[in-house]
């Protein structure tokens, strides 16, 4: 009914930048919530960044700084810019939402996530 898919990943060096984003598209009345995780083999996926409907935002400290997660509401869309990354930033990055669809509850949604590689 929902479906979040994620663009913008790939490889790049240490102190490079990368710009995430995240489309919603299906059966949507409203998108509350959205924010970015990432997770590592062997670790919990732990949160990147989120941001509410209207706009206040929240970071885990690694990415205070350096991360800017927007939004754009017009198109149901989550964007993550990342800079200054480094190697520790390697993992796969997911997106995610709270999604009330039409006719039916809100309930959680996960995109299929995609890999960043910091590596020189």
């Known amino acids: 009914q929902v479906q979040l898919v994620e663009s913008g990943g790939g490889l790049v060096q240490p102190g490079g930048s990368l710009r995430l984003s995240c489309a919603a598209s299906?059966?949507?009345?409203?998108?509350?919530?959205m924010g970015w995780y990432r997770q590592v083999p062997g670790k919990q996926r732990e949160l990147v960044a989120a941001?509410?409907?209207?706009?206040?935002?929240n970071y885990s400290d690694f990415a205070k700084g350096r991360f800017t997660i927007s939004r754009d509401n017009t198109n149901n869309t989550v964007y993550l810019q990342m800079n200054n990354l480094k190697p520790e930033d390697t993992a796969v990055y997911y997106c995610?939402?709270?999604?009330?669809?039409?006719?039916?509850?809100?309930?959680?949604?996960w995109g299929q996530g995609i890999q960043v590689t910091v590596s020189s």
């Open positions: 995610n939402a709270d999604v009330a669809i039409t006719s039916g509850p809100t309930d959680d949604y």
């Open positions: 299906g059966s949507i009345a409203s998108i509350y919530g």
């Open positions: 941001i509410a409907a209207r706009g206040p935002t």
